[in-house]
């Protein structure tokens, strides 16, 4: 009784295309650049140290589920998505404030909600975190 359904269902969800990631990561690159201009490449403003407490208590709430602790792609719900959060200490190519505008937008075709709802400070705040997370080294997980 079920099978048919599940078949159904199976053959209406287009399968996630690995191939097609690079072409994706590319097209979020360009949307950005259109909708930020020449503010892309510059710093984020308002980043300050003082927020660390802050980023991390927004960070554990918000981020850490999918991103895991040190933004490896390693958080609980990461096995479940497509694609899954990469590991963000490596191989990214936006700028600051493209990847800052990422967690105010989040990512179109991907699991990275939109977090425009967060105050601006609690944002700024979590970015912070995130490039402090960076600089240190986590230890070494299996993915
Ligand atoms: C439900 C899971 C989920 C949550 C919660 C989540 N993310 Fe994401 N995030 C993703 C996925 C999936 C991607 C896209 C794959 C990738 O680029 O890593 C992504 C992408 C990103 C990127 C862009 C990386 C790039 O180079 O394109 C940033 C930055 C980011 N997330 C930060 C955050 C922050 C900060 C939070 C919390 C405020 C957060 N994410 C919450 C799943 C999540």
Not at 8 to 34: F, W
Not at 70 to 88: E, F, I, K, S, V
Not at 104 to 116: K, L, Y
Request: aromatic share 6%; hydrophobic share 35%; proline share 10%.
């Amino acid at each position: 009784m079920i099978l048919p359904l599940l078949l159904a269902c199976a053959g209406s969800i287009a399968p996630y295309d690995e191939a097609a990631e690079p072409a994706r990561r590319a097209q979020l690159e360009t949307d950005l650049k259109a909708k930020l201009g020449e503010a892309y490449d510059q710093p984020v403003p308002g980043l300050t140290e003082a927020d660390l407490e802050l980023g991390a208590e927004v960070w554990y709430k918000n981020c850490d589920a999918c991103h895991g602790p040190y933004g490896q792609g390693d958080g609980p719900r990461a096995d479940r998505m497509q694609p899954r959060p990469t590991n963000l200490h490596a191989g990214r190519t936006l700028s600051p404030a493209g990847e800052y505008q990422v967690i105010v937008d989040g990512s179109p075709g991907t699991g990275m909600p939109a977090f425009g709802n967060l105050p601006e400070r609690h944002r700024l705040a979590v970015y912070r975190f995130l490039v402090e997370q960076r600089t240190k080294t986590p230890p070494v997980r299996k993915r």
